[in-house]
C-alpha cells in the first residue's frame, strides 16, 4: 500500500515568487492535513481538507492557501514567498476527519523542503 | 511560552538502556496526547497514542500521562541504535473543532550509541 507522496521534495525558490505543493494521501483517505516544520518554531499547523472543504485553519498569513480535489489530492500555495517560509512542509492523511472517536489515524509523507533564497 | 516545551536534548544512551523522554504543557484543555519518531529526511511516525491520564504499553514503548501536573513521558526500553531520531509529543484539545489540528513540542533527539 502507497504511503502519503508529497511532491517535489526538495524545491528552492527566490523571494516573491510563489509556489505550489502537491500531497497525494494514501488511497481511500479523505482528510489531508499540512504542517509546516522549521528549526525554531518546530511542527505547526496550517490547514486540513475534508472532502474538499477546508475544517481547520492554523494562525498563518493569507499568503498560506490550500485546496483539495475531488480524488482527495491536496495542494497548497505560498505567495510572495519570505526567506522564513523556508521549511519541510508535511502532509498527513487519514480515511475520516478524527473527531476522537476510535483511533487516531493520520499518516504522514515524507514532505518538501522548501528553500527561499 | 510555548504551550507545550519539550528538552531538544541530544540524549545520548547506550544500547540496550531505558530512554526517558517528557514533555510539559500548560493547556488543561489537551486531551489527547501523542508521540512521534521523526527520523532525518522523513515524517514523523506515530508511537503511541493515549486519551486522558494513564498509561499505555506496546511493545518497547510505555506512555504516561499527567493531567494534573501537566506532564506526560514516553519510556522506550531495551533501546537500539535504530531508536536514534528525534522524538516528538503532540497534543490535541477538545475535539468540538473535528480535524488533526495537533499541538507539537520541539521534539528531543535521540542518540542510542552501540
Redesign the interface.
Known sequence: KAG?TQTPRYLIKTRGQQVTLSCSPISGHR?V?WYQQTPGQ????LF?Y?SETQ??K?NFPGRFSGRQFSNSRSEMNVSTLELGDSALY?C?S?PV?????G??G??????TRLTVV | QKEVEQDPGPLSVPEGAIVSLNCTYSNSAFQYFMWYRQYSRKGPELLMYTYSSGNKEDGRFTAQVDKSSKYISLFIRDSQPSDSATYLCAMSADKKAAGNKLTFGGGTRVLVKP
Open positions: 502519503v482528510s492535513s518546530g511542527l505547526q499547523f486540513e475534508f475544517r481547520n492554523g508535511l498527513a487519514s476527519l478524527w473527531t476522537g472517536q483511533s487516531y493520520y499518516t504522514f509523507g515524507s514532505g
